[in-house]
């Protein structure tokens, strides 16, 4: 009895352990993890303040950061299979990775091909697509087509390829944050549309501005 009480303890136990294991796997990618801080990033991957692209301030601090992974040691020195790896940051929090595959590493490999390679990681995807007209999340129809999906309650996990180059790559983010960052994005952009005929008009000035104060200093200085 008492062997039989034990292993139903475990058999519950891996009923929740499972899941949570199964969900750090799908916000992580790379030692990489979702939420994650700016800094840190910069730190893991090697790269300065100065490689950061801020692309509004407000309503909320958007960023990017893209990272190339550097040549792997080896006799011929063959490089990752990962090209780069585009980090998108929500108020210095990392929310999303958009990973693009070097073309030779998956040249003449099928959707099923990827499907496969990648669920011996992740498990089975949660979603297959077929319809050419899917496209990825957070990317233009016409750019990107979503593959397959792999999703927890937190995280998203996309198999893509490219509708331009045929290459493969993935895009993994979280739900809650992307959504936030969406929203964000469209009220930044109607902000900058709102303010670009004021912001046209201070820069004009300042133009204005530096000519005058060049022109007096060299009316001057200038001797003929």
Request: proline share 5%; aromatic share 8%.
């Amino acid at each position: 009895m008492k062997t039989i009480r034990n292993a139903i303890l475990c058999l519950v136990t891996l009923m929740f352990v499972v899941p949570i294991l199964g969900a750090q796997e799908l916000g992580k990618y790379r030692n990489i993890s979702l939420g994650t801080s700016l800094a840190k990033v910069l730190k893991q991957t090697e790269q300065k303040q100065a490689d950061v692209k801020t692309l509004h301030q407000a309503p909320a601090l958007l960023q990017e950061v893209t990272w190339w992974p550097p040549l792997l040691p080896g006799s011929s020195y063959q490089a990752d299979s990962v090209r780069q790896v585009l980090f998108s940051f929500y108020n210095g929090e990392l929310y999303k990775m958009n990973v693009s595959y070097e073309r030779s590493a998956v040249e003449g490999m099928t959707p099923e091909d990827m499907v496969k390679s990648i669920s011996k990681k992740y498990g089975a995807p949660a979603q297959t697509f077929t319809d050419p007209s899917s496209a990825a999340n957070g990317q233009p129809e016409a750019e990107k087509k979503l593959i397959a999906r792999w999703e927890d309650a937190q995280s998203s996990f996309d198999l893509v390829r490219s509708s331009y180059t045929e290459g493969f790559g993935l895009v993994i983010y979280s739900k809650s944050v992307d959504a936030n960052a969406e929203v964000a994005l469209t009220q930044a952009l109607k902000l900058e549309e709102e303010q670009g005929p004021q912001k046209e008009a201070l820069r004009l000035k300042q133009v204005s501005d530096d000519a005058e104060v060049a022109r007096q200093k060299n009316l001057k200085s200038f001797h003929p």
